[in-house]
């Protein structure tokens, strides 16, 4: 497949590349709506790049401060970032994997959308989308759906959880719930102080 290299702002439509496309500094706005790209998509640099419809194997983000707008069933295989790195999936859309490198701190997903696989090799990292996976290296962290992750991996499953009770016994603090689901329960207590 034919590489394609966009270097200036632009609108592309119902085209379908095999090879891999390179936005370069210029191209600060690039919408494709209705397009195919099997190769992967390059970004160096700060682009708002809004994708419609579209199918994109892999994006890889090289450089700080671009911004993704996924809309109208955009599905994203792989998103790979290496710089600040904002993600809008919105509702009927899907990312399947995003990865936060190094260097891709305070890099954010959010939205409505649908969220696979998420792995995180830096700090600062927010998800509000709960994945289905999760990946925290160490020495990393990751807010995931408003609580804060270090290292470390699970999966996420909506438990139902009900009749969740909390005591103190030996000096242990007891929780028992029903769950629907098999897995690990997190929880979040705070201490009343008032005696």
Known sequence: GKNATVNTSVTLSGISLSGNVYLTEGA??????????????YVRTGSYVNLAHTKVDKIVVLGDGATFSLSNGTEIARMEAYGKTEAVVNATCALTTAIFYDGAGESSVKGTGKLNNFGVYCSGAVC??????????????????????GPGSGKFESCGLSMAQAWAEDGKLKIQANALADGTVYAAVWMNHEQ
Request: hydrophobic share 35%.
């Open 28 to 41: 600060q706005f690039v919408t494709l709506s209705g397009c195919t790209v099997e190769g992967t998509l």
């Open 128 to 149: 509000e989308i709960e994945p289905e996976e999760y990946y925290v290296a160490t020495g990393c962290s990751a807010q995931i759906g408003g609580i804060v992750y």
